[in-house]
């Protein structure tokens, strides 16, 4: 075990590093993907195969010497339960004032019927995992390299259950198993939530495509983000690029990401960040969700209504 002491963005640098370099076992993950998170892991359409991903993930957090647990939560359909899977990777400081936690997460379950994708014209469904197996699968690369340091800061690591709704709509809004973590998890095991420097949620980050015209904005934003729109533009609007969306209360963790993905020097593998100057507050309001909503659609929305920094990760889904 390395002897290293971390400083929570020091974590998130490196968790920006590990998704960009060599610094990874891809045919490790290649694998992973293939065997847990190719397939259908909805509890309408594929509770079987759910829930060996749900065990899989337990198991990997625990073979990588992290504290494990399984938070179950009730949902909007009475007889349907979420499960969401933990790992801890305590710092010297873990539940002491000093801590500052971060927080790496992604959710593993899939939309009714998909094996997670974001459902497109000419999709290829039985091809894709995008929607979110790769991001878990990030999600377990960064853990499996940083529970090998010890470090002064804690880091949680999260699967998420049920950001999907499920065709009986166990989730009827987006985002049941983090906001059942916010609203539940947190607060039995710290009872007082920790100071959090930041959250980085990962949803949607495998769709690179590099065909012109391959990437279209929401309608309205290019007057919301001139700087994103023209940037597209010059790029032949195509889609082989990552967003990192944040607000200016998400700031340290924001620059520290793109800081640290700036520096790997991979040009290729594009990076835009849609910075929603507009929401000033440390939450957001119904309004700033209506307005926003194309950048909402993921967990992070869950912390940002408690107060907490987070960044969503994304190709977009386009
Ligand atoms: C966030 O808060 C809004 C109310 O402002 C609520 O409608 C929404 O469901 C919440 N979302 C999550 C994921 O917590």
Redesign the pocket.
Known sequence: MAEYKMSALSVIFIVGSVLGTSDVDTVWMKTTIQDYFSQSRNHGTGSTYKEAAKNFILKEFGDYGLETHTHTFATDVSTVTGNNVIGVSKGKYFKTASDRVVGVTAHYDTAAGTPGVFVLPNWDMSASVNANGAGVVAMLQAAKHLAKFTRDYTVVFVAFDFLEPGEDNACT????G??SF?NEWVYSFWSTPPTTTGVIVMDNILNFNDIQESQSLPAGYDVLFPTLASSLTSNNNKGDFLTVIGRPFDSGVLNSFIQSYTALGQPEFGMENVYISNITGSS???DD?TTYWDLMRS?H??F??HSVPAIFITDTGK
């Not at 809004?173 to 049941?176: F, I, P, V, Y």
């Open positions: 809004s987006l985002g049941c983090s906001r916010m957001v309001t119904p969700i967990d929305l869950s940002w209504n």
